[in-house]
């Protein structure tokens, strides 16, 4: 089992910046996948970027590629998303997760952490 523990969410003004922190812990050695996903109210879930251990890439989509970025602190097992000019439209629930094979879908992650609320004000 691997446990994650996301936090760092808040509110900011538009063009502003959070940094999201994931915790691992457990058998971290068998993921070698950890994304972001966030999830506005009423919509879907929606895939925002993952770095793969096993390749040492980083992929986002395209609606934050160029703001976010997505860092890891090997020693701490913790892996960051620096979010830079936040628009009203990224307000969401941020989740971050654990796979074996890099992926945009949710349905291959294995693993999650409880989110964590980041508001953007305009």
């Known amino acids: 089992q691997v446990q994650l523990v996301d936090s760092g969410g808040g509110l900011v003004q538009a063009g502003g910046s959070l940094r999201l922190s994931c915790a691992a812990s457990g058998r971290t050695a068998s993921v070698y996948v950890m994304g972001w996903f966030r999830q506005a109210p009423g919509k879907e879930r929606e895939f925002v970027g993952y770095?793969?251990?096993?390749?040492?890439?980083?992929y986002y989509a395209d609606s934050v590629k160029g703001r976010f970025t997505i860092s890891r602190d090997n020693a701490k097992n913790t892996v960051y998303l620096q979010m830079n000019s936040l628009k009203p439209e990224d307000t969401a629930v941020y989740y971050c997760?654990?796979?074996?094979?890099?992926?945009?879908?949710?349905?291959?992650?294995?693993?999650w952490g409880q989110g964590t609320q980041v508001t953007v004000s305009s």
């Open positions: 997760a654990a796979a074996r094979i890099p992926s945009t879908v949710s349905d291959r992650y294995e693993y």
């Open positions: 770095f793969s251990r096993s390749f040492g890439i980083t």
